[in-house]
């Protein structure tokens, strides 16, 4: 007898609670026993999504409610992953759709709500945090309904249920009169409202292919759907792409469901069932894996283009091959295209010579999650400075805007107002949000904002809250001011001295500390101004026999700013590279000798 299901994806805005919330469902069916350790968002599995707190790669799991196994899809929340979720919803029947009880729908909110709505998927709308302070829930559920309406939802889908919900303290209630006790709400209701998968069990065997991930024992491993028939370990399929050719024939060697945060082995599969095949080499996600009788591909929904993209080539500073073990192009190359093939929202360029690759993702924080795993497993590379991609619509160039919602103090308001325009953008709604804070909503080209985020977090003294996502694409804006000042380049390779840096920090923000390592070319600092100046930092001080007052002051340095990947990458100019190693991150110049710099900005001039 095959096992009742249900399938459902968790969707929200960035940080509105989804992983906490899978933990309390998790704790709460039975999943672990009384006395294990079990770690605060469970999901979370990876380093990255665990020292930045947030959700990167979708991934199922699966709980026992009664006698209902459900299938449950932890989505990303951030703009740039949105690919992920595009993917994912495919799998699901039903949705739940999370809010902050404070902050309301935001911009990813109606991202995710979009795609889903468009798949038919019914959703399950939650006010989640429900025990804020600041927690306004009735005006967030006119807000969401406001939503619903302006994405052409149908009467099936505006007739949602609603819920109030803390993840975090484990219950759900439908009023919020009701005794705050435990999850069984919310899952009872999804066993309700959520319908069971479709599919016909006699048709021939046929899996949509939505996610690829690698296993050190089982290889290549395929998560998706199983839509028509079932499936034996062993038996013999075939992978088609969309277009219905031929990809590979092969045998599922393997065949994994999902219990809680681990992948178990089974004989038989069936219609519904979330399900992890190995055994095939070379079928990649938005392939149909069947029968070999199958002849029409599972259809699948157009991945959203990427809006941006950088420039990866081979790390050729003084310091190269020093502090990494992969740094050839061949290695570079084979990485980024395993990665192209894994991740849908990735494109894979090169260049004639082959020693240059053009990545194109959604955002500065995809590309930079992407290049921080590249340095973690030992790789050196140099990035160039993140690029708009353009479209050519009626021999017009557009390019792509952002929806921007940002919540500041008031006081702050005129001042990031007055920074957007400058950047292009045009404000399309201004609101008080109560407790003193204003939402302001903009249409920004998305080149304006790369390298706002940490100006903004200054601009608001680090209380603002900013928030993006891809809008549409429009007409060229015009010119964009670029960074204001010029580089501190060093004219020298050594050892940076504590003399030297006390001596320049009247000439701008230093980079480097004392003992830091530079070399010709490379940038140790800010100028106060807006030309570059070569300066050097390893110019000791003189010792003589001579004594005199106020000579010999102690020498005290400023600490050097610290920027993140995503800070530098968008902190460069377009004539200059960050150089990335699995040990350092350092800013140079495209061209590391002085002559060669000038000889190109004549050449630009």
Known sequence: ????????????????????????????????????????????????????????????????????????????????????????????DGVILLTDSAEGPMPQTKFVLGKALKLGLKPIVIINKIDRPDGRPEEVVDEVFDLFVSLDANDEQLDFPIMYASGRDGWCVKELEDPRDNLAPLLDLVLQHVPEPSGDKDAPFAMLATLLD?????????????????????????????????????????????????????????????????????????????????TEPVASTPIDPPTMAVMITVNDSPFAGTEGKKVTSTMIRERLLNEAEVNVAITFKESESKDAFEIGGRGELQLGV????????????????PRVLYQDVDGQCHEPLEEVTIDVDEEYSSTVVDKMNRRKAEMTDMRSSGAGKTRITFNAPSRGLIGYQSQFMTDTRGTGVFNRVFHSYAPYKGDIPQRRHGALISTDQGQAVAYAI?????????????????????????????NDLEVNVLKGKQL????????????????????????????????????????????????????????ASRAAS
């Open 502 to 530: 006390f001596n320049l920090q009247d000439r701008g923000v230093m980079f480097v500390d004392h003992q830091t390592p530079v070399y010709a070319g490379m940038i140790v600092g800010e100028h106060s101004r807006d």
């Open 370 to 385: 992407l290049i921080e795993t590249m340095r973690r497993e030992g790789f050196e590379l140099t990035v160039s400075r």
């Open 544 to 599: 003589t026999n001579v004594r005199a007052s106020g000579t010999d002051d102690a020498v005290k340095i400023t600490p050097p700013r610290k920027m993140s990947l995503e800070d530098m990458m968008a902190y460069i100019n377009d004539d200059e590279l960050l150089e990335v190693t699995p040990t350092n991150l350092r800013l140079r110049k495209l061209h590391l000798c002085p002559h060669e710099r000038k000889k």
């Open 214 to 294: 690698s296993d050190p024992f089982l290889g290549r491993c395929l998560t998706g759907r199983v839509i028509n028939g079932s499936a034996k370990v062993n038996d013999t399929v075939k992978a088609i792409n969309l277009d219905g050719e031929l990809v590979e024939n092969g045998r599922l060697t393997k065949l994994l469901t999902f219990d809680g945060t681990e992948r178990v082995p089974v004989d038989v599969v069936n219609v519904g069932d979330i399900i992890c095949v190995a055994g095939l080499t070379k079928t990649s996600v938005a392939d149909t894996i069947g029968a070999p009788s199958l």
């Open 1 to 92: 007898m095959t096992q009742e299901l249900r399938n459902i994806a968790i969707i929200a805005h960035v940080d509105h609670g989804k992983t906490t919330l899978i933990d309390s469902m998790m704790k709460q069916s039975g999943m672990f026993r009384d006395n294990q350790n079990v770690d605060v968002c469970v999901m979370d599995s990876g380093d990255l999504e665990k020292e930045r707190g947030i959700t990167i790669l979708a991934k199922p799991t699966s709980i026992q409610w009664g006698e209902v196994r459900v299938n449950i899809i932890d989505t990303p929340g951030h703009a740039d992953f949105g690919g992920e979720v595009e993917r994912v919803l495919h799998m699901a």
